[in-house]
C-alpha cells in the first residue's frame, strides 16, 4: 500500500502561479508512475500530467506549455508546477501513483483560481 500526502493548493488570481507537491511512502514498486488528475464541480475527474519514473512526461493538451511536471525519485516526491493560470483549471486535484500492482490516489487539493 502506497500513501501520498499532497500539499500546495490554494487561491490565485488569473495569471498566477501554483506549485503542487505530492510524497509518497510505503511500498513502492521502483517502476512506477506519478501524476495529477483534477476533477472540477459537476464534471469528471480528467487526467493533467503524469511522469514516468525514468522521467518521460505527459500532459492533457489544455495544460501543455503552462504546467510543468517533475519528480525527485530520492524523495518519491511528484512536483507540479503551475504558471499562467486560468478560471478554468480550477478544481480538486488530486494526486495518483501506480506502480507493480499497486494503484494509490491522494486526498485531494483544492486550487481556486480567481480574481
Known amino acids: 500500500q502506497v500513501q501520498l500526502v499532497e500539499s500546495g493548493g490554494g487561491l490565485v488570481q488569473p495569471g498566477g502561479s501554483l506549485r503542487l507537491s505530492c510524497a509518497a511512502s510505503g511500498s513502492i514498486f521502483r517502476i512506477n508512475v506519478m501524476g495529477w488528475y483534477r476533477q472540477a464541480p459537476g464534471k469528471q475527474r480528467e487526467l493533467v500530467a503524469l511522469?514516468?519514473?525514468?522521467?518521460?512526461?505527459t500532459y492533457v493538451d489544455s495544460v501543455k506549455g503552462r504546467f510543468t511536471i517533475s519528480r525527485d525519485n530520492a524523495k518519491n516526491t511528484v512536483y507540479l508546477q503551475m504558471n499562467s493560470l486560468k478560471p478554468e483549471d480550477t478544481a480538486v486535484y488530486y494526486c495518483?501513483?501506480?506502480?507493480?500492482?499497486?494503484?494509490?490516489w491522494g486526498q485531494g487539493t483544492q486550487v481556486t483560481v480567481s480574481s
Open positions: 495518483y501513483f501506480k506502480g507493480g500492482l499497486s494503484s494509490s
Open positions: 511522469i514516468s519514473s525514468g522521467d518521460t512526461a
